[in-house]
Structure formats: structure tokens, C-alpha cells
């Protein structure tokens, strides 16, 4: 079956600690892969999306990036977080050739201290 | 993507229909409606799309006006658990593909 994970599901970090966030995706190939966040009251900004290894398109300037190394995996990373970093980071993919819409991750909850 | 406009908020009572609106007026041709809704803390979930014709499955239905300017989400038995922020969305370029750009939606509660 095709299903989208992602960890950890709550994080707390202090300013100026690096951040890795990965999402990870099975029973499927080659899907497209999306970062999204969500910051308290506000609706969902795409940060990046791929649609292959190693292609990686970014949609907003941050302190955060993304990398995929695997077909199947979607990281993203800060190496130094700031304050404004906080939020709800979702992974999303397309499954079904879009028939159902996007699938997202059950998302993680970043609390930059 | 194409600008959608919701209302901040609705009601409902549990029981009832709740029918949430959406005005796409720069809609193109070949770009697809498309539902989503969160719950409190949880990531969106895919609830329906259409193109022209009206949808149905077993969360939901939408009906597309003619002119595919704007559209309605119909719950027709909410229930409490259908208490959620609903999304609107006409991705890019007509691709389902496409980038998804989330506005912030209506609020529905569902009221007992």
C-alpha cells in the first residue's frame, strides 16, 4: 500500500541547533515531494518541492533546505535554527497520479526556544 | 494558482448540510477545484476535486456553477468531527501536478 512517514512528530530545539526533519514515502516510484509549513494562525507555504533525486526546487528564501537522496526520501535541514523557524512542517506527495489529491504526513511540530 | 476567496467562518448544527462557498473567478479552463481540510493539529486531508461536472463520494459533494467561477462544498450530514478548516484550492496550470497554495480557508464548527 502507498503511505507517506514522518518523524518526529514533535521537536523542541534551541536557537543556533541544527535541524533535520525526514519523510519518507512507500509503495510507490519517482513521486513528487513536497515541503510545507505552517506557522501558528496561519495557513500552509510551500518551502520546497522535488520531483526526482537530487531536484530540488525551493519557493521561498529561508534558513532552512532540502535534500533528497533517495527516491523515496525527503529531508529537510537548518543547520542553524532561528526563532521564526517554529512551526508545523508537513511532507506531502501525489499518489494515484493525483486522482486523490495530495497525501500529507501526519506533520511535525518544531518549537525553536 | 488561481485566487480563491472563502468566508473566515461558518456554522452548522450537527445533522445538517453544511454547504461552504468558494469564488474562483480567474479560473482557466483546463484548472481543477480542489478540497482539502485540516483538523486542529493534524496535517490536510483530500476530500474532493472536480473539473466542470458536479462530484460525489462518501465525504462529500461539489457543484461547479457553469461558468466555473465558484463552487460549493457540501457536507451533508455534518457531524462533530467535521469540525476542520476547509481549503479551496485551483492549483497552477491545470496539472494536478501543480504546486498547491493554501490560503486560510473557512473555519467550520459544527455545533451540537
Known amino acids: 500500500s502507498q503511505t507517506i512517514h514522518q518523524w518526529p512528530a514533535t521537536l523542541v530545539q534551541p536557537v543556533g541547533s541544527p535541524l533535520s526533519l525526514e519523510c519518507t514515502v512507500e509503495?510507490?516510484?519517482?513521486?513528487?515531494l513536497y515541503w510545507y509549513r505552517q506557522a501558528a494562525g496561519r495557513g500552509l507555504q510551500l518551502l520546497f518541492y522535488?520531483?526526482?533525486?537530487?531536484?530540488i526546487s525551493s519557493e521561498v528564501p529561508q534558513n532552512l533546505s532540502a535534500s533528497r537522496p533517495q527516491d523515496r526520501q525527503f529531508i529537510l535541514s537548518s543547520k542553524k535554527l532561528l526563532l521564526s523557524d517554529s512551526g508545523f512542517y508537513l511532507c506531502?506527495?501525489?499518489?494515484?497520479?493525483?486522482?486523490?489529491?495530495?497525501?500529507f504526513g501526519s506533520g511535525t511540530r518544531l518549537t525553536v526556544v | 494558482d488561481a485566487k480563491t476567496t472563502q468566508p473566515p467562518s461558518m456554522d452548522c448544527a450537527e445533522g445538517r448540510a453544511a454547504n461552504l462557498p468558494c469564488n474562483h473567478s480567474?479560473?482557466?479552463?483546463?484548472?481543477?477545484v480542489y478540497w482539502y481540510r485540516q483538523i486542529h493539529s493534524q496535517g490536510p486531508q483530500y476530500i474532493i476535486h472536480?473539473?466542470?461536472n458536479n462530484e460525489t463520494n462518501e465525504m462529500a459533494s461539489l457543484i461547479i456553477t457553469e461558468d466555473r467561477k465558484s463552487s460549493t462544498l457540501i457536507l451533508p450530514h455534518a457531524t462533530l468531527r467535521d469540525t476542520a478548516v476547509y481549503y479551496c484550492?485551483?492549483?497552477?496550470?491545470?496539472?494536478?501536478?501543480?504546486?498547491?497554495?493554501f490560503g486560510q480557508g473557512t473555519i467550520l464548527t459544527v455545533h451540537p
Open positions: 480567474t479560473i482557466s479552463g483546463n484548472e481543477y
Open positions: 484550492i485551483v492549483p497552477a496550470g491545470g496539472t494536478s501536478y501543480g504546486k498547491l497554495t
Open positions: 506531502a506527495w501525489l499518489p494515484d497520479r493525483g486522482r486523490k489529491g495530495y497525501t
Open positions: 509503495g510507490t516510484s519517482n513521486p513528487n
Open positions: 472536480g473539473l466542470k
Open positions: 522535488s520531483i526526482g533525486i537530487d531536484q
